[in-house]
């Protein structure tokens, strides 16, 4: 019997990987011939910046590139061109992977959602690390950084679209999915867990995997009661809150076969007001009654929003063709 083969379906991380890599590459490409054409027209120098990021980042590691003299400068040059290219790569990996997780602009704002995210994958380490200050650059600086990157993400995102199956487009979102991926927010404002685990009680998971996913739930609904637990608000507890909303929201677009763009705004809009609003109800109760009461009624509320967030979206089962063909009505 021959081996089973490989999942290669348009979702499968190699499909994904594979159309990732080839944005990137196409992306980086494009970069570099927008660089080097500017250069030669304003007739500027080569930009130093990379192989200071890389010797910034040896030397914070408490290493040293290897040589002396022009040896390592040629390394350090060779090594600054490898981490702008492995940089353009990865954006497009991300990229791919934000799209199969249901995430589709059109082409205009996908080009500046992709630049953008390239852009800042090579400007967050130099400010990071000391080696420029974006705070402190001219416009003219800013434009012979933006331009390139511009180009990279309209590059990147038409590989992607080029390369996209058509079993893996997906339709607008509707109303209804907004709504309910707002309620979804809501709920994950309050409770973090249930924007990303409220979808998986309610999806066709085994029972097994499903009281797996319960845990983290009844674990949050028990932390929350206690003093010491992180302020909603705070930057330990909000960013959760935001990822498990939108993660939610693209697996509740998932199901319907729809785009996740509208979807994941609304949930972390939601999210937002789940957690002011969440912070202010405990606020004001507490003042009337024991913390652990008002707690009580917002656990009822999160649930109860997840729960028909979730429910009301799901697809009836098909009826299985293993017992025999349905009756013919009269």
């Known amino acids: 019997m021959a081996p089973p083969s490989r999942p290669s379906g348009p979702r499968s991380p190699t499909s994904v990987l594979g159309r990732g890599l080839a944005a ?8 570099n011939a927008v660089t080097y054409a500017d250069m030669a027209w304003r007739g500027r120098a080569a930009s130093s910046a990379p192989e200071e990021v890389v010797e910034a980042a040896v030397h914070a590691a408490g290493r040293e590139v290897p040589g002396s003299g022009a040896e390592r400068r040629h390394r350090l040059t060779a090594l600054g061109a490898l981490s702008g290219t492995g940089a353009g790569l990865a954006t497009g990996v991300l990229v791919s992977a934000a799209r ?41 600086e800013w434009v012979a950084d933006a331009v390139p990157h511009l180009a990279f993400g309209a590059a990147a995102h038409a590989t992607l679209r080029a390369l996209e199956p058509a079993a893996q487009q997906r339709r607008r979102a ?40 319960v845990l983290p739930v009844v674990g949050e609904l028990v932390a929350d009661k206690a003093p010491g637990t992180p302020a909603r608000t705070s930057a330990q507890g909000l960013p959760a809150r935001f990822v ?7 697996a509740l677009a998932a199901r319907d076969g729809a785009n996740a763009v509208v979807p994941s705004v609304a ?33 009822g509320v999160a649930v109860g929003l997840a729960a028909v967030a979730c429910l009301s979206g799901r697809r009836p089962a098909r009826a299985s063709t293993l017992d025999g063909p349905a009756p013919v009505g009269r």
């Open 244 to 250: 498990s909303a939108t993660g939610g929201a693209a």
């Open 174 to 213: 509707s109303a209804g999915l907004v709504l309910r991926s707002a309620l979804l927010g809501v709920a994950a404002g309050s409770r973090s867990s249930l924007g990303l685990l409220a979808p998986a009680l309610t999806s066709s998971a085994s029972a097994g995997a499903k009281a797996l996913a």
């Open 24 to 31: 990137g590459a196409v992306g980086t490409a494009v970069l």
């Open 100 to 140: 199969a997780a249901g995430l589709r602009f059109s082409a205009p704002v996908g080009a500046a959602v992709t630049g953008a995210v390239a852009m800042a994958a090579a400007d967050l380490p130099m400010g990071a690390l000391g080696v420029s200050d974006p705070r402190t650059w001219s416009r003219q």
């Open 267 to 299: 949930a972390a809009a939601g999210a937002a007001g789940g957690a002011w609003g969440g912070l202010a109800w405990r606020r004001w109760a507490s003042a009337r009654v024991p913390d652990w009461q008002a707690a009580l009624v917002e656990d």
